[in-house]
């Protein structure tokens, strides 16, 4: 099937320029969108879900009427997603002379406030941003007709819930509504269900399910080796753009270094970094000059980059379905990839969770030189070693005194037993979790 077979205007047509056909995504959910009906869309990361909403709302869009503020409003967890359809709606809608603007935080709103009080048709937001630009009353939105929700599970996960609920209740009642994700947990669809009417639903592959031309493998390695292996695949592996994510920011900075200092051309991206830091290190990446990119979940949907060859895993996700979202950045738009984890024996659970929700084992292939040992008295410390060796001169009293014999003159020295502290863990090691700042 070609795109013009779908009901796509030439003009759009003309502007889709490296895809010879629609993707199995975007050959169901086109037609939907352009009857103007409702749409819950679920299909795997990759598949090209950004295009199924984004070419027909800009067909609606150009042969609707204009009007006072935008018409089209579509809602993305964060700022990197948001950039990259803000750069693919002027990419497609080449030869429409419609006009969209971008809206995230990290970067001054006056700009935006400009943007937003001028003629605009089609609005890409986050959350956090767009909410406090309504509350100032600069973005009016009492002429949408169409709604996107994109990556709507990673807005339950982000905790941005509250805020799209909040802008739902300020938008019109009749309006079109089109949710889009890779998976779609209970309370997501029960929110899409309660807002839409009588939605069509589209679900191109089984929920959660990676992409099969993805090929997946299992590295065991002890924690303390990882970098080691890591550096040694990097060297050996044919892995000329490679995605590498950690769970931490403080992980992604140091592994970067690492890396950089091995001879690799590696730089970081995570939430901590500056809005214009984190564009410029996409932009590099993209233009090659690093071949890795050291990421947190942050980047996990958002990233949208051509020809990423590997996906590595420095540590599994806590949430299985970040899994799925991660390695998804290979393997684009019909292409092949490859996606490497890297799994100590303390994250056994986590891998479990993944393989029950991928419903299939992922191969396992130990490392030469990086063999994980069953004895646990080699991979790990016991408690009962570290503690000093109870002796007859020292016993416990009752309360929180410690006695024990002088050496000097064999009198007893009272001893306070001090209650252990709890060491403050620092922000900069937490895992990531983003925040309304993030939109």
């Known amino acids: 099937m070609k795109f013009t077979e779908l009901g796509l205007r030439s003009e759009i047509v003309r502007a889709i320029v490296g895809y010879a056909k629609p993707t199995s995504i975007q050959e169901k959910a086109i037609p939907v969108v352009l009857e103007n009906r409702d749409l819950i869309a679920c299909a795997q990361t990759g598949t090209g879900k950004t295009a199924a909403f984004l070419l027909p709302i800009l067909q609606q869009l150009f042969e609707g009427k204009s009007s006072v503020g935008p018409r089209a ?234 020809g990423i060859s590997h996906v590595v895993n420095f540590e599994l996700p806590d949430v299985p379905e970040d899994y799925v979202h991660r390695i998804g950045r290979t393997a684009r738009a019909g292409g092949s990839g490859n996606a490497i984890s890297l799994v100590a024996p303390q994250e056994r659970k986590k891998l479990a969770a993944i393989e029950r929700l991928i419903k299939t084992p992922i191969k396992q292939e130990p490392v030469s030189g990086f063999i994980v040992t069953t004895d646990a008295s080699k991979s790990e410390p016991s408690r009962k070693s570290k503690r000093q060796p109870t002796t007859p001169s020292r016993r416990k009293l009752k309360g929180s005194k410690n006695v024990s014999s002088s050496r000097s003159g064999g009198k007893p020295i009272l001893r306070i037993a001090r209650k252990k502290s709890h060491r403050k863990v620092r922000t900069h090691d937490r895992q990531e979790r983003p925040t309304r700042a993030a939109g």
């Open 73 to 306: 409003l579509i809602i993305t967890p964060t700022r990197e997603l948001a950039a990259q359809i803000g750069e693919m709606a002027k990419r497609y809608g080449k030869y429409l002379n419609l006009r969209s603007a971008v809206v995230f935080g990290g970067v001054g709103m006056d700009p935006q406030k400009r943007k937003l009080a001028g003629r605009l048709d089609l609005l890409i937001a986050t959350p956090g941003r767009l909410l406090d630009h309504v509350s100032r009353k600069q973005a009016p939105l009492n002429n949408i007709r169409t709604l996107v929700l994109d990556e709507a599970d990673r807005m339950l996960d982000m905790g941005f819930l509250p805020d799209v609920r909040r802008i739902l209740s300020v938008l019109p009642k009749k309006r079109q509504n089109l949710f889009f994700s890779a998976t779609m947990p209970d309370d997501i669809e029960a929110l899409i269900r309660r807002t839409s009417r009588e939605p069509v639903m589209v679900e191109v592959t089984r929920r959660a399910t990676p992409v099969s031309s993805i090929t997946q493998v299992i590295h065991p390695v002890q924690t303390d080796r990882k970098k080691d292996l890591l550096k040694a695949i990097l060297k050996n592996g044919n892995m000329p753009q490679t995605l590498v994510f950690t769970r931490t920011k403080a992980r992604a900075n140091q592994l970067a270094k690492v890396l950089d200092k091995s001879g690799h051309a590696a730089t970081a991206i995570h939430s901590n970094k500056s809005q214009n830091a984190r564009m410029r290190a996409l932009a590099s990446f993209r233009a090659g000059k690093f071949n890795i990119l050291v990421a947190t979940d942050i980047a996990a949907r958002g990233l949208d980059v051509e």
